[in-house]
Structure formats: structure tokens, C-alpha cells
């Protein structure tokens, strides 16, 4: 392989590693349990979502996913930005994502915001690419509650 070929095979590589996560942020903000699954390795895996729990695996994820987050009322909006995409060899990288998180509960009238870094590996079996470890890393938030047409802040700060 050239090395012209080599510079394009990893231009692919990152692009399709860039896809991949925006393809699990909107599947998480359409309340897409599958799409959402299929971003992640399948078998054993590494996610630690901090506070919202420790997964040995994508199907315990989606449970949670679905119990918590997959109801009309919980409007979510995910955007990651600032990806530094390391690719460490046809079949292995790393990749740390800045993410700002948009929540909000129609029922119980608040707004969250927060924002943090996703740190995430990356496996790539049978020439795609998908998600085999991934540690969020909470840097601030900002709950606010909705009352009278009002916002009032709950909460700002780091968590």
C-alpha cells in the first residue's frame, strides 16, 4: 500500500469513526433502542456512564436506555464536538469527545444541561467500525426548573 493509500485508509477510518458516534448521539436523541445498540461492540464491552450506571455489555444499556429515557416527555439533544481520533491500527483506536447534553422533562417541568468528555475505543470487526469501550466524564451541569413560564436555577456548577 502507498502511502498516499495509507493517508486515504485512515482518512476513511476516522470519518467512519466520527459517523459512528454522531450515528449513536442521534439515535439516542430519537429513542432508537437498536440503532443505539449497534454502535457497540457486541458480546462484552466497557461503558461507564458515571453516575448513570456501569455496563458489561450494549443490551444493559439499552434496558436502561429504554426504562429511562425512551418516553415522549424526555426531550433529549446530544452534540459532540472537538474529536481527537487516534488511530492506533487497521483494527484499533481511540477517540475523546467533547459532548454537551440537553435534557428536557416535560412532566416534571426542568432543563438540565451538561456537559462533559467522552473517552472511547474503538474495534473495527468485519470492516466497521464500532464502540468497545467508552467512559463519560462529567465537567459541569445546569438544572433549571420550569414554573409560572419561569426558569429558575436548581443547580450550576461541576457535578
Wanted: hydrophobic residues 35%; proline residues 1%; glycine residues 4%.
Amino acid at each position: 500500500m502507498s502511502d498516499l493509500e495509507k493517508r486515504i485508509a485512515s482518512l476513511e477510518a476516522i470519518n467512519s469513526i466520527e459517523n459512528l458516534k454522531h450515528t449513536y448521539l442521534n439515535a439516542c436523541d430519537a429513542k432508537d433502542v437498536q440503532a443505539m445498540m449497534l454502535t457497540f461492540k457486541e458480546g462484552s464491552c466497557h461503558i461507564d456512564y458515571g453516575e448513570v450506571g456501569l455496563f458489561n455489555n450494549r443490551e444493559d444499556l439499552a434496558k436502561l436506555f429504554e426504562n429511562i429515557a425512551c418516553h415522549d416527555h424526555m426531550v433529549e439533544s446530544h452534540h459532540a464536538h472537538n474529536p481527537i481520533i487516534d488511530l492506533i491500527d487497521n483494527r484499533n483506536a481511540k477517540g475523546v469527545w467533547q459532548i454537551t447534553y440537553n435534557l428536557i422533562n416535560t412532566n416534571d417541568h426542568i432543563m438540565n444541561t451538561l456537559h462533559g468528555t467522552y473517552e472511547d475505543e474503538y474495534i473495527n470487526e468485519n470492516n466497521h467500525w464500532v464502540i468497545s469501550k467508552t467512559i463519560f466524564k462529567a465537567k459541569s451541569t445546569l438544572q433549571t426548573e420550569i414554573k409560572d413560564q419561569l426558569i429558575k436555577v436548581i443547580f450550576s456548577g461541576k457535578p
